[in-house]
């Protein structure tokens, strides 16, 4: 009779072995699809913040981009200006040490 009680218990130990198994697997399955919600909820939020935020540089950048350009620009037709006009000022330079020279030879000419 000990061994039909024992086999008995064995039978209801493993049973319950089995019921617990599946509980777990299901505990883990549930625990598993709401850790999944709750970090794509709370880091998808995160994220969708962190690319927006990347966005807004971006676009940012960009427009910072075309300034520049236009600058560069300018700065480019500025120094073409200052060359020309450096250009002029050498060669009024050059016209009144040409001018110089002649006056000097003009009034050399009257003192004697």
Do not use: C, P
Not at 22 to 32: N, P, S, W
Not at 80 to 90: N, Q, S, T, V
Request: hydrophobic residues 30%.
């Amino acid at each position: 009779m000990e061994d039909k009680t024992f086999e008995l218990i064995e039978k209801m130990y493993a049973d319950i072995n089995k019921r617990f198994d599946v509980l777990e697997e299901k505990i883990d399955k549930k625990a598993d699809k709401t850790d999944i919600i709750r970090i794509e909820n709370v880091h998808g939020k995160k994220i969708d913040a962190l690319f927006d935020g990347y966005k807004q540089l971006y676009e940012k950048l960009e427009e910072h981009d075309k300034r520049f350009d236009e600058h560069d620009k300018r700065f480019d037709e500025h120094d073409k200006r200052f060359d020309r006009i450096e250009a002029k000022l050498d060669n009024l330079s050059h016209k009144v040490s040409n001018h110089d020279a002649k006056l000097e030879v003009l009034e050399g000419g009257r003192k004697k």
